[in-house]
């Protein structure tokens, strides 16, 4: 509450823009196929060929690239939640979409 007391009503105006802008980018950047392919803000779920590549270099490179929806849901075992937040930069994104485009080949970056 505090934090968006402080942004205040155009503040929060201009995060919600921000995030909206940034999510989209960052869905389009990795190229990856959505399990929910409508309008999203902040979270979108994709289809990782590669899963275990993409986690493993991700984080070797100092990323998290989300969270393995397969532990709750194994309807997806390829699936994975990536959320974009304010401090999540548009250098995060494409050091992810390197390792989303390797994945997506089925080898590691």
């Known amino acids: 509450m505090v ?11 201009e995060l919600g823009e921000l995030m909206a802008r940034r999510t989209h980018f960052a869905r389009e950047a990795l190229g990856l196929e959505a399990i929910n392919p409508g309008a999203v803000v902040r979270e979108f779920a994709v289809r990782v060929p590669d899963l275990d590549g993409l986690m493993e270099s991700a984080r070797a490179d100092g990323l998290n690239p989300g ?8 309807e997806y075992p390829d699936g994975l939640l990536v959320a974009v937040t304010e401090r999540r930069t548009r250098a995060d994104i494409d050091r ?5 485009a390797s994945a997506r080949e089925g080898v590691a970056a």
């Open 3 to 13: 934090y968006l007391a402080w942004l205040g009503r155009r503040g929060i105006v």
């Open 67 to 74: 969270y393995r929806l397969g532990q709750d849901y194994p």
């Open 96 to 100: 992810l979409a390197r390792h989303a």
